[in-house]
């Protein structure tokens, strides 16, 4: 199973919709949680990170679901200037179980239309 | 102000020949990384460093080799040993190299003529 999984898409979302996608992780351990954007050819940015309570920031919201092990992203009232890749990011755990580096997921490609 | 910086931004090498890419930071973060991305795939972990003075293979390490001399610099050679270079080589670094969030740099676009 890989550690952390994502669908590719492309999602084609008309502008002002709600968009939402998940991510799954494959380790019940892992303890850090992320979401950064890609534009295309650039390098990827952090949006923001996921903690236990949720996170909000303007019209982004990030939520954990520990029980479930994934975590998703929502968008709001979407522009066109969203459209990029949104990678998914886990902290991966040593075989002892300690914490270790990130692990990126591949990505979903999110298209926002006029 | 702060940041990553890599250097140059595209480069071409010639089959055979080594290449060096640059990466500095001043954010004063012990973790430094590189990773290599081909168009529409992931990112792939090539190095890190935890510490200066040290560092780890990642996945992919193969043809590549780093050093970390100083806090700020953690330089990536493209060997002739690598068999397919082209590629977006990304670098990052974090605070530690546990739990904390990755900042990148602008990335070097290399082409192999």
């Known amino acids: 199973r890989k550690e952390v999984e994502q669908d590719p898409g492309p999602f084609n979302v008309p502008e002002g919709a709600t968009v939402a996608f998940n991510c799954t992780y494959s380790n019940s351990a892992s303890q850090s949680f992320f979401w950064y954007r890609q534009d295309c050819r650039k390098e990827p940015k952090l949006l923001m990170s996921v903690y236990s309570s949720g996170n909000e920031d303007g019209r982004f919201t990030a939520q954990l679901n520990r029980a479930s092990q994934y975590i998703s992203l929502l968008i709001r009232d979407s522009k066109l200037s969203d459209s990029a890749t949104y990678l998914c990011?886990?902290?991966?755990?040593?075989?002892?179980?300690?914490?270790?580096?990130?692990?990126f997921g591949k990505g979903t490609h999110l298209i926002i239309q006029p | 102000d702060g940041g990553i910086t890599q250097s140059p931004k595209y480069l071409f090498r010639k089959e055979g020949q080594n290449v060096t890419l640059s990466c500095e930071q001043n954010?004063?973060?012990?973790?430094m990384y590189w990773y290599r991305q081909d168009p529409g795939q992931g990112l792939r972990l090539i190095y890190y460093s935890q510490i200066v003075n040290d560092f780890q293979k990642g996945d992919i390490a193969e043809g590549y080799s780093v050093s970390r001399e100083k806090k700020e610099s953690f330089p990536l050679t493209v060997t002739s040993a690598q068999k397919n270079p082209t590629a977006f080589y990304l670098c990052?670094?974090?605070?530690?190299?546990?739990?904390?969030?990755?900042?990148f740099g602008p990335g070097t676009r290399l082409t192999v003529l």
């Open positions: 990011v886990v902290n991966i755990l040593t075989s002892g179980g300690g914490a270790d580096g990130l692990t």
């Open positions: 990052a670094s974090s605070i530690t190299h546990t739990l904390n969030e990755q900042f």
């Open positions: 954010l004063n973060h012990d973790a």
